[in-house]
């Protein structure tokens, strides 16, 4: 783990452009819970939490701590129904309008149905050194603008490239700079055709009655 912040340039993509490589993709699920709570209201950057048990799902326990970008899957809910993926606020998403279009053009309506709906997304996994904490977290940042929370849902979640390792911060500014960073290159990372495709990947839609409808 990084101990600090690098002012040297960041990559605009990750991962080779003819698509992942192994050991990606990495596949894992959850269902959705309360985490720190400092995502929206510290950050400005809401995320969706799943049990760190969630990693044992194909032996990925001792992946590496970092940030990584690649597809969600969200269960049928209240959320998903009324605000399908193609319906982007820059708000919360923190991308480029073009890169908006991009990622919106890449969304099918059909996804936001019965069967749930499908997002881009950026994810933390490790300790978040910067507050401290003394357990490791999964938290994903989908990136998408919800109403309402979406708390027990359950998420599918496909890892298609690593961004970077996990770092130490001197401020809460320095943080929230690199994590916008961290969804734009998400964005354009996920905008490339060999990853746009796995966004039908059917596992990421296959909950078996995990996931219930939101009240």
């Not at 130490?168 to 495709?197: C, H, N, W």
Request: aromatic share 8%; charged share 20%.
């Amino acid at each position: 783990m990084s101990n600090q912040h690098d002012n040297s340039p960041r990559p605009p993509v990750a991962g080779p452009d003819e698509g992942p490589r192994p050991p990606f993709p990495l596949k894992l699920d959850g269902k959705v819970i309360k985490g720190f709570g400092r995502g929206s209201s510290e950050l400005g950057i809401p995320t969706a939490n799943i049990p760190l048990s969630g990693l044992s799902v194909g032996g990925h326990e001792d992946v590496d701590s970092g940030v990584y970008y690649g597809w969600a899957g969200l269960s049928p809910s209240k959320a998903t129904h009324q605000h399908p993926p193609h319906a982007q606020s820059s708000e919360y998403t923190h991308l480029s309008h073009h890169l908006q279009e991009t990622l919106s053009g890449i969304a099918n309506d059909h996804d936001a149905n019965e069967k749930g709906a499908v997002y881009p997304m950026c994810m933390s996994i490790g300790w978040n050194p910067f507050y401290k904490n003394t357990v490791r977290s999964v938290e994903v940042h989908i990136m998408h603008h919800f109403e309402t929370d979406f708390y027990g849902s359950h998420m599918n979640l496909s890892i298609l490239g690593f961004i970077r390792p996990e770092l130490d911060y001197v401020s809460k500014e320095k943080l929230i700079e690199d994590i916008k960073t961290d969804i734009e290159v998400s964005g354009r990372s996920l905008a490339r055709e060999p990853y746009a495709r796995l966004r039908r990947d059917p596992y990421l839609l296959e909950f078996e009655g995990k996931g219930e409808l939101a009240s």
